[in-house]
């Protein structure tokens, strides 16, 4: 397996679930407003971890690119800075002042899929009722495997199901996913598996979201979709109209860029036709989707089975 290695003062090499040949350099002084961790090329090439990283692993197939922003067992609030050139992390502030989750460490690797966009004028069909649009953000992750990963970290993972949060007027979805390497991801294809192998996950993960904002003297947040996990298959399809979204972002020709604060390089609509996001957005295309509808006829009917796009997908699903 390829690795990313991160220059730091403790020399940690973490591994990387991509085969691009990839160094994490931090930036400035860590815990300062300045602090980056930006990726290069072996030859100095700056690197997007939000543009440049496949969506889509060709080591493990079906399996998709998790970059780890927040690492379990930790609060400080690291995000993609997707206005800054070459879009690297750092750490979130708020009227001058670093931000960490007041509420205490998280619970799971939380990051983001590469090459994804949560488009505001877009509203999911399931919501039209909430009539939300996007946050403007790469696709939320939170990841449940046993490694804490550090930020900026590339892994393969499978992807379980998903939850929306509305996060002030906007749908923040949340993709639940499992390292393809960790022991626990051969007994976990769908979301059903984790409530039946590591019950109450899904229900803390939900809280986490539903309570965190509640120390800064904010309400609790609210959830779409009867606040129910959808499973993979649903998830999926949420990946592929959000890779859709980012590719027409790339393309866009009447200023979505500057509308939305976004840093697009000028040249990425020149590689759109390149080789591996043409297997991203084969990837995403090939696996199956349930709208909500079907999943309530399903839960009343039990000889639709849920997900069997997905699952049944030989060539497309490989763990």
């Not at 649009?133 to 990963?149: F, K, M, S, T, Y």
């Not at 949340?174 to 059903?192: C, F, G, S, T, Y």
């Not at 993979?232 to 959000?242: H, K, L, Q």
Request: proline share 5%; net charge negative.
């Amino acid at each position: 397996m390829a690795a990313i290695s991160k220059s730091s003062s403790n020399g940690r090499l973490p591994r990387s679930g991509s085969k691009m040949d990839m160094t994490l350099n931090e930036l400035n002084e860590k815990d300062t407003l300045d602090y980056r961790v930006q990726a290069h090329r072996d030859d100095g090439e700056v690197l997007s971890l939000w543009h440049d990283v496949p969506l889509t692993s060709e080591e493990v197939p079906g399996a998709l690119h998790f970059i780890c922003e927040i690492p379990r067992c930790s609060r400080k609030k690291y995000e993609i800075a997707t206005d800054e050139a070459g879009t690297p992390i750092k750490q979130d502030e708020k009227k001058g002042k670093l931000r960490e989750f007041k509420k205490g460490d998280i619970l799971f690797n939380y990051g983001c899929f590469p090459r994804t966009w949560e488009d505001p004028d877009f509203i999911h069909p399931d919501l039209r009722e909430e009539g939300v649009g996007g946050d403007n953000d790469p696709l939320d992750v939170c990841e449940i495997g046993l490694r804490i990963c550090e930020v900026g970290e590339v892994r393969a993972v499978k992807v379980l199901g998903v939850l929306c949060m509305i996060d002030d007027g906007e749908a923040d979805w949340k993709v639940v996913v499992i390292d393809a390497a960790d022991p626990w991801a051969p007994l976990l294809n769908d979301i059903e598996d984790v409530d039946t192998h590591l019950p109450n996950i899904l229900h803390n993960i939900r809280e986490w979201f539903r309570t965190y904002k509640i120390p800064d003297g904010k309400p609790p947040n609210v959830f779409g979709l009867q606040e129910r996990f959808m499973n993979a298959s649903y998830a999926m399809n949420v990946v592929s109209e959000t890779h859709d979204a980012w590719k027409e972002l790339v393309i866009s020709k009447n200023g979505e860029k500057l509308k939305h604060n976004l840093s697009v390089p000028d040249n990425l609509k020149n590689r759109l036709d390149d080789m591996d996001i043409q297997r991203d957005t084969g990837m995403v295309k090939k696996l199956s989707s349930n709208s909500l509808a079907a999943l309530d006829e399903a839960s009343s009917n039990p000889a639709v089975v849920l997900g069997a796009g997905a699952a049944g997908d030989d060539e497309a699903l490989s763990f």
